[in-house]
């Protein structure tokens, strides 16, 4: 089955810089890649997504980038702001109704 | 549209005792599953449903662990007896069927097994 590793677990910034979190995956059909954010003592919520036939995406401050060929795939936060402290997860995905598998997560901390 | 809703919030019992967990997913939803988020593991997969069927529970720890869905609109996840090993937060999701595969989250049941 599908293995998903992510690195680093820990993340500490300053306020302003960039934060990178990097996620391989072990199978090859997988096709979708979300990214999570869980705050304290809240569920997961999808920030940002991407399908296997899309190399890049960029929503605002965040961007993921896609690697089929190494079979990883890099969360990037731009300018971090304290509020982008949480927990982060990777996850893939074969195919729709099978469940995701996500990372062991990354908790990011922003230092004003 | 209210979200996955999971109850009880909080859940303190007693070793050996019952615990049944509660989940309404989000209407029109297709998928259902189970995740265990402790410290130590991460994110873990127990049980998955679709169209009120389960599929693969080959993530759930013991026997003591089942997980039923009598209708779209309602999930329950059982365990008897509880153990203090059991203690952590245990998430409902739901997801749509077809090209949107996105997983909502409910905001979890923590259980702690005293």
């Known amino acids: 089955g599908e293995n998903v590793e992510q690195h680093p677990s820990t993340l500490s910034v300053q306020e302003g810089d960039s934060a990178v979190i990097k996620c391989t995956y072990s199978d090859s059909a997988s096709n979708y890649f979300p990214w999570y954010k869980q705050e304290l003592g809240k569920g997961p919520q999808l920030i940002i997504d991407i399908r296997s036939n899309v190399g890049e995406k960029k929503d605002q401050r965040i961007a993921v980038t896609l690697n089929k060929t190494a079979k990883h795939f890099s969360l990037h936060i731009t300018e971090t702001q304290p509020e982008d402290s949480a927990v982060y997860f990777c996850a893939a995905l074969y195919s729709g109704n099978t469940p995701l598998v996500f990372g062991k997560g990354t908790r990011l901390s922003v230092i004003a | 549209d209210a979200g996955v809703i999971q109850s009880p919030r909080h859940e303190v019992t007693e070793m050996g005792q019952e615990v049944t967990l509660r989940c309404k997913p989000i209407s029109g939803h297709n998928s259902l599953f189970w995740y265990r988020q402790t410290m130590m593991r991460g994110l873990e997969l127990l049980i998955y449903?679709?169209?009120?069927?389960?599929?693969?529970d080959s993530g759930m720890p013991e026997d003591r662990f089942s997980a039923k869905m009598p209708n779209a609109s309602f999930s329950t996840l059982k365990i008897q007896p509880s153990e203090p090993r059991d203690s952590a937060v245990y998430f409902c999701a739901s997801s749509p069927t077809g090209e949107r595969t996105e997983a909502f989250f409910g905001q979890g049941t923590r259980l702690t097994v005293v």
């Open positions: 449903f679709n169209n009120n069927v389960p599929i693969d």
